[in-house]
């Protein structure tokens, strides 16, 4: 749950219990706070799962009321208030206002909703969110806690070293916190509320709190107010309504010169004139330590961990109130070293000594250049970012603070505005957040508009020694997640090839096919030796992992959403090795085809010369049975050595095996890891003559132009190039595909073709030629993956 991340389209209207002034088309009980904290009555919350709500219900709950709520969806938070009594509906019915007492709204709701039409109908009060917070803290000694960055963390800091302190108090704050179990809780033992306050719609001035503590003033939610000046008079609101001590941030200049002048205020920071200040600052990795200096007075150390010179600054806000409130340094200092992370700030969300994942809510450019300098300093090697910018209103207000923001990021990878619940801007994305950040001077920046890719393009990037950050309001968190989850399986893959081999997320297949199409591998994983190999495929066996081998992807249409599970390129070690014994060549299948048909001529060995005209490597001969030049694979095989499911070892000889045109099936389930070819001792000159008449055919009917391969099976009735030549098919083409005008049964690439332009042509071809031919063409192109 997050105040500010609400959305407002209810009126803007004054709290009813300030007065006859109040003019309300509202029903509303005359004593709220008495309402809310001293009887007993039947609330219902519209909106209950939004962010804020569900602290409200919380509250409430604990205050003894009979709570219900609706919402369009159930979240964890509605599963939790369930247990506790919540009476949740998954839809907003009218007749909930009938047997309500009271509707609390969150702002996200707008006017028309079914149960606020009703409640006005039976005359029944209605409240805003905030004027019931406002009310429920107006029954006991409210400290508020302001400002534009920091104020969840702090409001839970604050709510902690009270608690630890002995002050029992109540709180409500802006997320869940580990450390304070939930994010609002009611103790009726304690005197103090301490809430976090949110600036973002004007309702922080709903407020009469004892204490307000001010982290810093700043240009935010221009969509709501017009300017700084405006932003400011909210605050000078506050102040005015606050009956004890303003404690305000001395480093911030505008919470300063808004604060300096009052009688009541306690400044804090590292400015000399500070009331309370931090010496002797030391930033280290995840922790800071810092000595307090109370005008004059050395009041001891104080160790925080959590990271970054802004809690420092938040941290000293606290020391300075708890201790006004009595709480002895000491005290206040032992609870801080306890003190973690609230979720989404700065969560650990993986570590190894390889990565460093976390996940930032920071979403306003001087929360991600704070963000930005504490993950620089935690020392990894690379910061690499992935950025949701957080409504279309703020992205276009402050898009050039956002240019500069990213300057500490060593890659950003930027994605599509999240509107929370704000209508697009038109010309409003993500691209014009690149665009800045490049505009800046930055060269690492790429715009992901797709969300779920953006996990994809960061996960590509990662090199050992790389912290990967996620930062906004929205949900791209999802998106650290999943590259986590896929990163705990990437280690382990790592681990089973060794130093030698390689393992890469989300591999763009596209790198590794001749035709230059296809979407990612999950997992691309290189082993170098067959041990790593098998061990592999019993990994994969036992984590219920896709397996798939890929060579040198010539005869391969990867869709364009690529492949699940582990793509496995045998290559480099001893899958590329070619040995000569007599006239028999041993072949790894990383191996070219190519190369045996050279080493063979190397040797003197002759019959292997049409391989020359084959682009795949060994594994992709053997699986298909490839040919060229009226031979194919198995005609030279001997033996062929393999692992089977279970990554055990076999040898065949080729009168063992079962092999058709363009297919071997033993390979559909096993795996080949290398050949033993035999020719037959010839001269250099018929060799050299052989493979220079493959050269020939290949260079006078075959495009040079990207492709994969023949694409069709021949039929029996024709060969199917010479099929698509007569149907008048040559150069039909969908998007960059297009048949090749050199060869009928060749698809090229013109350049950015996707998989489903060349699937699409596929299919247009197989339909005209059974539509005017009767023929059934068969592909012999292998396609695999997920559609894009
Ligand atoms: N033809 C046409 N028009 C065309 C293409 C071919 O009339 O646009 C005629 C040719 O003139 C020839 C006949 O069709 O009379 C067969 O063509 P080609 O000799 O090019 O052989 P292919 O059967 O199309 C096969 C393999 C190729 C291999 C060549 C060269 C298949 C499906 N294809 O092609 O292998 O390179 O022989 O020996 O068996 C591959 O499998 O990926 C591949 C390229």
Known sequence: MKPVSEERSAPEQPPPWTGPAAKSERAVPLDLPGFLTREHHRVHLVGVAGSGMSGIAALLIELGHTVSGSDKVSTT????????????????????????????????????????????????PIVRRAEALAAIMRSKRGIVIA??????????????????????????????????????????????????GDESDGTVALFRPEHTLILNIEEEHLDFYADLDAIEKVFAQLITQTAGTVFYNLDDKNAARVCRSLARGISYGFADEADYRAVDIRLT???STFRVDHRGQDLGEAVLNVPGQHNVHNALGVIALASELGIAFEKIAKSLAK?????????????????????????????????????????????LTMFQPHRYSRTKALRKEFGRAFDDADRVVVTDVYGSSEAPIPGVTGQIIADEIVGHGHRGVSYQPRLEWVHRAVGNMLESGDLVLSLGAGNIHEQLSALAADLVIAEKLKELVGEGGDVRLYEPLSKHTTLRVGGPAQFWVEPRTEKAFAELIRFCGDENLPLFVMGRGSNLLVRDGGVRGVVVHPCGGDFDKIEIDGVEITAGVGAKLKEVAYAGKAAGIGGMEWMEGIPGAVGGGLRMNAGAMGAQTFENVVRVRYLDANGEAHTKSRDELEVHYRDFPLLE??????????????????????????????RTSQPAAKSAGCIFKNPDSCPAGKLVDELGLKNAHVGKARVSEVHGNFIVNDGGATAADMLELIEKIKATALAKRGIELETEVQIVGEPG
């Open 285 to 287: 990795g995840f922790a």
């Open 147 to 196: 400002g534009m960055h920091g104020k969840t963390t702090t409001s839970a800091m604050t709510a902690h070293v009270l608690r630890e302190g002995g002050l029992h108090p109540c709180h409500y704050v802006g997320a869940e916190i580990p450390v304070l179990g939930t994010n609002a809780h009611w103790d009726s033992r304690g005197q103090y509320f301490v809430a976090e």
């Open 77 to 124: 938070e509605t599963d939790r208030l369930q247990r506790l009594g919540l009476r949740f509906r998954e839809q907003h019915r009218p007749e909930e206002a009938g047997t309500a007492d009271l509707i609390v709204f969150s702002s996200a709701i707008k006017n028309d909703n079914p149960i606020l039409v009703s409640a006005r109908n039976y005359g029944k």
């Open 669 to 698: 389930k096993n795996f080949a890891v290398s050949a033993v070819f035999r020719g037959q001792p010839a001269p250099l000159e018929e060799i050299v003559r052989k493979l220079e008449a493959s050269q020939e055919k290949r």
């Open 339 to 383: 003190f973690e992370h609230a979720r989404r700030r700065f969560e650990i969300k993986y570590d190894s000594p390889r990565f460093l994942l976390v996940d930032d809510y920071g979403h306003h450019p001087t929360e991600i250049r704070a963000t930005l300098k504490a993950a620089r300093s935690v020392g990894r090697k690379r910061v």
